[in-house]
């Protein structure tokens, strides 16, 4: 018996399956490549913008940097390396906002946060009218941070505005699917509230000083080091400070103390810019006022390596010599 020949594809259906093919790869390479994306910004290396001048002259506002990832997987954060890290969250980083509730009878007040979904439009939000209506206000997520007090007056009629014994606790899930924050407090009272993120600021970039082990001290604007394996402080040179700043570290608040004793597992930073940066000699708890003057390890994100743009300043950027 004759066998039939193969009857040839049609032209629409061989285009067809021409396109097919041709999409498939393409999705195909796209995958694969944002694969690699992921995995080298998450391990070997990821880019950054620069915001303020607290690292100048070693860095300035606006550049474009690339941070090296890889050395902190591998290896231990040094002195003298430039970081970028998750600062933690301090009393220089806004609240999400503050609103006041009376609580009732029970000493119950309730929050309603049905309208507060979406995060705030920062262009409207300029205004200082429109920033007081409930679209300029940010989202509230689980987790965040809810910090409330009673509202006080002082002798002169004014808010009392110390937060230093403020209540502390965080948005459950069931808050949000219900859309109110319950607070508990005294019957008839008038609350003060605070909601910030759990996520914190966004990232800092600054200098170690200090590793864990290491007693800083901070005397007459000179930084001095004194390591676990030594007995002595010696005054560290920083030659990457600019004239403006070098011999002129001091601190911007009043301190219990000048020495910083560097516990295991975090980093004492101080930003170049010693006159401009908000750094380890300053930072506290959003509330209390507790001083936390340490990164965690956890939160570095990598060593600053390079920066790439302008064009006309790419550089590569080395540690000091501490």
Known sequence: MKEEAAKPESGTKKFLKE??????????NAVIIIILVVLIRSFLISPFRVIGSSMADTLQSNEFILIDKLSYNIGE????????????????YPHKFEEAVTTDENGVGILDISELKTNKDVVYCQNQFVKKLWFCKDAVNENDLIYFQPIQQDRWNNTESSWKNAKERTVTQEEIENEQIIIEGEANQSYSIRIYSSNGPEYFVKRIIGIPGDTIKIENGIVY????ESEDFIELGEDYLNQENQDHTYFNQKLSSNTFIVPEEYYFVLGDNRNHSNDSRSWFAPINQEHTPYVYTEDISGKVLVVLWPLTDIRFISSGNL
Do not use: E
């Not at 080091?225 to 676990?228: D, E, N, P």
């Open 225 to 228: 080091l004194k390591t676990a």
């Open 19 to 28: 396109v097919g093919l041709f999409l498939a790869d393409i999705l195909y």
């Open 77 to 92: 954060p040094d002195r003298g390396d430039p970081i970028v890290f998750k600062p933690p969250i301090t009393s220089k």
